[in-house]
Every structure is written in C-alpha cells, then in structure tokens.
C-alpha cells in the first residue's frame, strides 16, 4: 500500500512539470476554445485544496506539495490539444493554519514558465472535532485563485463539500465541488477576433481519496477526481500538526 501510494503523488506532482503547456494559447485561441479551455483551467486551479474533512484546530499548521494532472483536455479544448498537449495540469506549494472556531485558513501559489497562481482560502468544519477511529467529519470550503500568463489572465472561485473518516493512519476522503473561472485574453493572440475577449466557465469536481499518515506529522495523500466528466488524479505530502 506504501509504496503505490509514494508511487502514484511522484507522478501526479512531476508529470504538469514536464513540459510548457499553456504557451499555445497565443497560437490556438479562438472564440470556440475559450470556455472549454477556462473550463479546463478551473478544474485544475481548484483541485488539491483538502486531503482531510478534519480542521486543523486553533493553532495547528500544514505545510506541502500540491499537485494535479488531467488525463487529457476537454475534447473541445483546441488550445491545448492542437498544442498537442495531452495530460495537463500544475504542482504547487501550499500552507494551512487553525483559526479559531473550527476554520481553517490556507494560501498557495507556484511561478512556473511564465505561469503565476496565487491564492487562498477558508475552510470550515460542520461537525465537533472528534479523533476517535472512524469518527466522521464534515467540512465546507472555498477557495480563489488569481492567474496571470504573457497571453492571458484568469480569476477562480471554487466551493466545496467535504467528509472523510479513518484513523490515525489511513484516511478516506471525498468531496463534491463547483468551479467558476473567468477568462481573458491579452491583445497578442494569433486571432484578433479574440483580443480583449473576456469569458466565464464553470464546472463541478468530485474527488475520492486516502491520505496516509507514516508518521506522526508527515503525510500523503492520493485522489481520483472527475473534472467536468473528465479523469483526473491529485496527490500531496507535506508535514501537518
């Protein structure tokens, strides 16, 4: 179980590493391929957020890697797959601190070939923090993230449901959520029907995952995830207390 685990979040945060994505948008915009292409980017920018429904108390801290890679772009994403981009997506560092209450604040970012994300967000749990084996918990969560590249800019508002319950080493964990992203475009496209064009695209996530805790404050964590009906994994692993 360890070592597919350890396996799966290498790749999950190496291969969105691998190679420039998103350079095509200059080449392949066109009015068609936008909202499948902010649909597409959403769904990235909004996954990886939670890997527990627990809160992290007043106080408690997380701090790790991020990462998530879908499968392929929507099928009617032409910027990517006429960039001839098939698996997709963006690792990232991510911190959390407990608030009082039972809210958890986080932020997160990365600067990545021309690609800056930055964002943060709230989380809060439904339920009494309870660490007896198997105990559920419940969490709401929402997120926002703000993206700035040489050809386009973007701005991400994502909303979450969250449970899971487990023990002190194995953690399930799913999750249902919406992601709504607006998109424009620069005046440097290839298509000067584009210049300027401004869109809005949303979708939903659902998330099915277990983090593993080897020790007492370290873990990782792997997930499916349907992106808008499109396959997807996420992975992490940082320190938590």
């Known amino acids: 179980m360890r070592s597919w685990m350890w396996v799966v979040a290498a790749i999950a945060l ?3 590493a691998r190679a420039d994505q998103y350079g095509g948008f200059r080449q392949y915009a066109t009015q068609g391929s936008l909202k499948p292409f902010a649909r597409d980017l959403g769904g990235i920018l909004g996954s990886a957020t939670f890997h527990s429904a627990r809160p992290l108390g007043l106080s408690g ?5 991020r990462g998530v890679m879908q499968f392929q772009p929507d099928r009617n994403d032409t910027i990517l797959r006429d960039n001839g981009v098939h698996s997709f997506g963006l690792p990232w560092a991510q911190a959390e601190i407990g608030l009082p209450w ?8 990365i600067s990545y070939q021309g690609l ?5 967000g709230l ?5 009494k923090t309870n660490d007896k084996p198997w105990a559920p918990q419940l969490m709401v969560s929402g997120v926002a993230n703000s993206v700035a590249e040489q050809d386009f800019s973007a701005s991400h ?6 449970g899971s319950m487990g023990t002190q080493v194995f953690t399930p964990y799913i999750g249902a959520g919406i992601d709504r992203t607006t998109l424009t475009a620069r005046d440097s496209v290839a298509d000067p029907s584009v210049d300027g064009t401004m869109t809005t695209a949303v979708g939903t996530r659902f998330t099915a995952g277990m983090q593993y805790r080897p020790w007492t404050f ?14 997807a ?9």
């Open 14 to 16: 190496a291969v969105p």
């Open 123 to 127: 989380r809060y749990g439904l339920l």
């Open 102 to 109: 039972g809210i958890d604040g986080f932020v997160r970012g």
């Open 157 to 162: 508002f994502g909303a979450d449901l969250i």
């Open 218 to 231: 370290a873990y990782i964590n792997v997930a499916y995830v349907l992106l808008h009906g499109m396959s």
């Open 233 to 241: 994994s996420e992975a992490g692993m940082g320190i938590r207390f």
């Open 116 to 120: 800056t994300v930055a964002g943060g």
């Open 61 to 65: 801290w997380d701090v790790g890697a």
